[in-house]
């Protein structure tokens, strides 16, 4: 799976470059899109998952355990995932919004691991300057990729309704064209009728 | 480490600071009180260690968690660049506009 994510991951961005380029390979990114819309579907709902889990069990360290001592505590911190996400998504149910959402949502419990680490460094009582450099970084890093996480979410979203209203204006302005000539043909008809009669 | 001889050669627990650039001894004392705190003092030494080894792993898997993230953000960046290109915006120095 990871092969052709990889191998998806790869054509999309060429194609995309492409289309950037020249307006007309559009219709092959569009078509590449469709072919691979399943694929996609079950790779980004697997990744979120296993990459989600993966922090919460590194965030109670649970990859160390023999036990099962931990695992509320994990599904306790699994939950707040899903609130977050649920928070940011909304009623929104198109594919990159959702998208989007769930990597701001693994953005999210990402930082909440920075916070945790820099907290726990900071309980010990004699800890080496490279590992308080490090846990300081951790969490710029963390915060920095939450709230670009949330920018491209909020442009998209806001992206979305200009190209909607773009569309009603344009619409609208196609209505209002076609009524003037329909009234002019109605005006020329009236003109010709009583002209004959 | 802490248990220290002294002249009549019984032995005695001194707990080690430092002060500035000096290193003081402090009396805690001998016999079973001795022994007690050795054992104290080794059970705290162990549990730092095991804490800083979780430290270290927890830092070495967090490492391949954020490659993972970090594909996958790439991943989320380009469909979103897709989407906005099938929607007629192009990118334009990093900035996306409206195709006329």
């Known amino acids: 799976m990871e092969s052709s994510l990889e191998e998806f991951s790869t054509r999309l961005t060429s194609l995309t470059m492409e289309a950037n380029r020249d307006f007309i390979k559009c219709k092959d990114l569009g078509a590449f899109l469709d072919e691979n819309a399943e694929l996609l579907e079950q790779t980004h709902q697997t990744l979120t998952y296993g990459i989600a889990r993966s922090i919460i069990n590194n965030m109670l360290g649970l ?8 695992y509320g505590s994990a599904e306790v911190m699994h939950r707040e995932y899903k609130n ?13 919004i959702k998208l989007l959402a769930e990597r701001a949502a693994v953005c999210w419990l990402r930082l909440q691991a920075a916070e945790r680490y820099y907290n726990r460094i900071h309980e010990q009582t004699s800890i080496p300057i490279q590992t308080l450099e490090w846990a300081n970084k951790q969490l710029t890093m963390g915060q ?34 076609e009524e003037a000539g329909m009234n002019k043909s109605k005006a020329a008809m009236r003109l010709l009728k009583s002209a004959t009669g | 480490m802490g ?3 002294r002249h009549d050669g019984k032995l005695y627990y001194y707990r080690k600071r430092r002060e500035g650039d000096r290193v003081v001894s402090e009396y805690v004392g001998g016999g079973v009180v001795a022994d007690l705190e050795q054992k104290r003092a080794e059970i705290a030494l162990a549990r730092r260690e095991a804490e800083r080894e979780q430290l270290k792993a927890a830092k070495m898997s967090m490492a391949e968690i954020d490659k993972a993230l970090n594909e996958f953000s790439h991943t989320i960046d380009t469909l979103m ?8 915006y192009h990118q334009h120095k990093r900035q996306w506009r409206r195709r006329r």
């Not at chain 1, 990859?63 to 931990?70: A, F, P, S, T, V």
């Not at chain 1, 649920?86 to 990159?96: M, R, T």
């Not at chain 1, 979410?153 to 569309?167: D, G, H, K, S, W």
């Not at chain 2, 660049?81 to 929607?87: D, F, G, I, M």
């Open chain 1, 84 to 96: 977050v996400l649920a928070g940011l998504l909304g009623d929104d149910s198109k594919p990159v």
């Open chain 1, 144 to 177: 920095n990729r939450f709230v670009q996480a949330c920018d491209a979410l909020a442009r998209m979203r806001l992206l979305r309704e200009a190209t909607r209203i773009v569309e009603a204006r344009a619409d609208l302005a196609e209505a209002k064209a």
């Open chain 2, 81 to 88: 660049a897709a989407e906005l290109l099938l929607n007629g």
């Open chain 2, 3 to 5: 248990i220290e001889s």
């Open chain 1, 63 to 70: 990859q160390l355990r023999e036990d099962l001592k931990g």
